[in-house]
């Protein structure tokens, strides 16, 4: 099938906004979209008609960002270009000696699941993303967002099952903290 580019045009905002949602980067999202763009184009036998264009290109785009990712994890230097920071969260003071929840234990959210058609949460989802430190959320969107298994993630990044648990563990912790504090807080019990 001929691929134009008229055909991919539509789609590319899209493109991006998924690419940025993954990588909280523009520079970084607009490359990983020129590239599946220019893969698309450069060979669209590869496109069977099995699935939608947005499809299919949403596919690419998945590997491309996996890629980025992969790149911007090995490279510090990339890591601190992208965002200035070092992975130091620590959540051992939400625990007691014992190791159980302390005062700040999380509490019930009343019907989460309602939430996830606001797009009002997921603007506040965004920003709780992004406060995550960036290789903690880079482990965290490979696993939930793209759908990778720890075991691929493991292959992707070189990272050992123990560290990758441990960073998701810290993700969800963050990210729970986050919108319990500025989308739930008020409502809940």
Same mark, same amino acid.
């Given at each position: 099938m001929a691929i134009r580019i008229e055909d991919l045009e539509p789609l590319r905002d899209y493109l991006y906004?998924?690419?940025?949602?993954?990588?909280?980067?523009?520079?970084?999202a607009e490359d990983v979209v020129q590239e599946t763009l220019l893969a698309a184009l450069e060979?669209?036998?590869s496109f069977h008609n099995q699935s939608s264009l947005k499809t299919w290109l949403t596919g690419i785009l998945k590997?491309?960002?996996? %890629?980025?990712? !992969? =790149?911007?994890?090995?490279?510090?230097?990339?890591l601190v270009t992208v965002d200035g920071?070092?992975?130091s969260s620590d959540f051992?003071?939400?625990?007691?000696?014992?190791?159980?929840?302390?005062? %700040?234990?999380? !509490? =019930?959210?009343?019907?989460?699941e309602a939430n996830l058609e606001d797009k009002q949460f997921w603007a506040v989802y965004t920003r709780c993303s992004q406060l995550m430190p960036k290789r903690t959320a880079m482990v965290f969107a490979m696993r939930e967002e793209l759908g990778l298994e720890i075991e691929q993630i493991c292959q992707q990044l070189e990272i050992t099952a123990t560290n990758c648990s441990a960073m998701l563990y810290r993700a969800r912790m963050?990210?729970?903290l986050c919108l319990e504090k500025n989308w739930f807080g008020n409502n809940t019990p």
């Amino acid at each position: 099938m001929a691929i134009r580019i008229e055909d991919l045009e539509p789609l590319r905002d899209y493109l991006y906004r998924f690419a940025l949602f993954q990588l909280q980067h523009s520079s970084s999202a607009e490359d990983v979209v020129q590239e599946t763009l220019l893969a698309a184009l450069e060979k669209p036998d590869s496109f069977h008609n099995q699935s939608s264009l947005k499809t299919w290109l949403t596919g690419i785009l998945k590997f491309k960002i996996i %890629d980025t990712q !992969r =790149r911007i994890y090995r490279d510090p230097l990339l890591l601190v270009t992208v965002d200035g920071e070092e992975d130091s969260s620590d959540f051992d003071v939400l625990f007691d000696k014992t190791g159980h929840w302390g005062s %700040d234990a999380p !509490r =019930r959210w009343e019907k989460p699941e309602a939430n996830l058609e606001d797009k009002q949460f997921w603007a506040v989802y965004t920003r709780c993303s992004q406060l995550m430190p960036k290789r903690t959320a880079m482990v965290f969107a490979m696993r939930e967002e793209l759908g990778l298994e720890i075991e691929q993630i493991c292959q992707q990044l070189e990272i050992t099952a123990t560290n990758c648990s441990a960073m998701l563990y810290r993700a969800r912790m963050s990210l729970r903290l986050c919108l319990e504090k500025n989308w739930f807080g008020n409502n809940t019990p």
